[in-house]
């Protein structure tokens, strides 16, 4: 079963404009990660944020956590053509260190 | 993918064939992990190795198993090729460090496996 739930499953955008991607789990986390993937490859991990963090930049992301919602988001500013891609949350839950996926949200941004 | 190799990359089998999934990586982690991605899902669990010389099952682990050769390599065999194993197949190794609140997982390039 998938802890974690995207939304939306898919976005298209134009270049230029910020995209917001946001994703819901059902159990408490240790930490939540958000990786891209880019089609027929594998997945390129993006940024890790820790259950007792709200908030985290690199570079043009920004990830947000609400423990008690269950919730996170991530927002890529000035979006690229280059950031067309699949994004999955996963949440590790500390059992086995083991992660557990989302559905992944395909992003689309058009030139 | 940098630091994780898996082999082959592309594989297509008949139904009841055999293969081995090979996984070797160079980044010293203690832990690995294989899963699934079928389209339009996100990646499914099949087995892991939390430490070299123990493994488990994850959620998908029916008609495969797995070996940890050493701390490098942890392969995924399937003994009887189905169709429903038609998907992309990723070896993941993880750290497993004591703060396992800062663990990132990176992923191989993957095998993508044909079954008919």
């Known amino acids: 079963s998938q802890q974690g739930e995207e939304d939306p499953q898919a976005l298209s955008i134009q270049e230029g404009e910020n995209a917001t991607m946001n994703c819901s789990y059902k159990?408490?986390?240790?930490?939540l990660q958000w990786y891209r993937q880019n089609s027929g490859r594998g997945l390129v991990h993006l940024i890790l944020?820790?259950?007792?963090?709200r908030e985290k930049h690199s570079g043009r992301l920004r990830v947000t956590l609400d423990t008690s919602k269950k919730s996170s988001s991530l927002l890529i500013t000035a979006s690229r053509a280059a950031d067309t891609a699949s994004y999955f949350c996963?949440?590790?839950?500390?059992?086995?260190?083991?992660?557990?996926f989302g559905a992944g949200t395909i992003l689309r941004v058009k030139s | 993918n940098a630091g994780v190799t898996q082999t082959p990359k592309f594989q297509v089998l008949k139904t009841g064939q055999s293969m081995t999934l090979q996984c070797a990586q160079d980044?010293?982690?203690?832990?690995m992990y294989w899963y699934r991605q079928d389209p339009g899902m996100g990646l499914r669990l099949i087995y892991y190795s939390a430490s070299e010389g123990t493994t488990d099952k994850g959620e998908v682990p029916n008609g495969y198993n797995v070996s940890r050769l050493n701390k490098r390599e942890f392969s995924l065999r399937l003994e009887s090729a189905a169709p429903s194993q038609t998907s992309v197949y990723f070896c993941?190794?993880?750290?497993?460090?004591?703060?396992?609140?800062?663990?990132?997982?990176?992923f191989g390039p993957g095998t993508r496996l044909t079954v008919l």
């Open positions: 996963a949440t590790d839950a500390g059992e086995g260190n083991k992660l557990v």
């Open positions: 980044m010293n982690h203690n832990s």
């Open positions: 159990t408490s986390i240790n930490n």
């Open positions: 993941a190794p993880k750290e497993a460090s004591e703060d396992t609140s800062t663990d990132t997982q990176y």
């Open positions: 944020i820790r259950s007792n963090e």
